[in-house]
């Protein structure tokens, strides 16, 4: 029964850690890891600065934007668009963003 438990709760922990990796997995995918990282400014900013800087109210508004691209705001090199992506892709990985990319 004791270990039945402790499988149980090690099995609850995989699960609730599991977005948090799909989420970095669809960031990688997606091509933003490779102008964007968790913790410090590459070409853009660091998803922590972004999450610092918006909240939860403003996630359509940056679901719009990562679609379509832009400058001006972090610096002069644009983001490219990403129209190809799913909004629903786009969506999770804004939601993870704000979330500070954890």
């Known amino acids: 029964m004791k270990s039945l438990l402790i499988s149980a709760l090690v099995a609850t922990g995989v699960l609730a850690s599991a977005p948090a990796f799909a989420n970095k997995d669809l960031a ?16 853009g900013p660091s998803y922590q600065d972004v999450a610092k800087k918006y909240k939860a109210a403003d996630e359509a508004m940056l679901v719009a934007k990562v679609k379509a691209g832009g400058k001006g705001v972090w ?6 668009p990403n129209a190809a992506l799913k909004d629903e892709d786009l969506k999770t990985l ?4 704000l979330a500070g990319a954890k």
């Open 28 to 43: 990688t995918k997606s091509g933003c890891m490779a102008c964007h990282a968790v913790d410090k400014k590459l070409v």
């Open 75 to 80: 610096g002069q090199i644009p983001m490219p």
């Open 94 to 97: 804004v939601k993870w963003v």
